[in-house]
């Protein structure tokens, strides 16, 4: 059973809700969360909605920048809030936590920047992991995680079951 859980997706799914969702459910049944979670309220950076939520604080942050009207269709990811919620991930991975979510591998991480170090810590730490990868990505994904993972369908039965096939080891020790 693999501790890392690949959720690639495409333009129909909806990853960030089913990773908060799962996220949140855990948290709420006593699982020590750590991780980021995609808090959408739109159609993405164009509308300057997107925010990440640090698990286990509800801390949120912003990870849109205003490009001016002439970026109509420019990405506004701003890499300012992306290094925040980095710095808030390592924190996070320096406490106990039964499980990390992350939000998603995106172009950030394919170029070996973005959460890549935090990712790659929780990796080595050994801890669950469950992370989106939109399927744009997936080769770097591929790449990155040189299979080590296991792939699950875009569904909350799929993360349930890796879940519970995952902690039912982890209970009986």
């Known amino acids: 059973m693999s501790l890392i ?14 990773l908060a969702t799962f996220a949140h459910e855990r948290e709420a049944a006593g699982v020590k969360v750590a991780g980021l979670i995609q808090i959408n309220a739109g159609a993405g950076c164009a509308e300057l909605d997107m925010e990440l939520e640090a698990l286990g604080t509800g801390r949120r942050i912003s990870i849109c920048q205003d490009l001016g009207p002439g970026s109509v269709n420019a990405c506004r990811l701003d890499p300012a809030g992306l290094a925040e919620a980095a710095a808030a991930l390592r924190q996070a ?81």
Do not use: H
């Open 93 to 173: 991975l320096d406490r106990p936590a039964d499980l990390v979510v992350v939000n998603k591998f995106g172009r950030m991480e394919a170029d070996g920047g973005g959460l890549i170090a935090e990712i790659g810590a929780a990796v080595a730490a050994e801890m669950p992991l469950v992370i989106g990868v939109p399927m744009r990505f997936q080769p770097a994904w591929d790449a990155f995680a040189g299979g080590m993972d296991v792939k699950l369908p875009c569904t909350r039965a799929a993360l349930e079951g890796w879940w519970s096939r995952l902690a039912v080891p982890a209970a009986a020790e």
């Open 5 to 18: 859980a690949a959720v690639p997706y495409g333009p129909d799914d909806d990853c960030d809700a089913l």
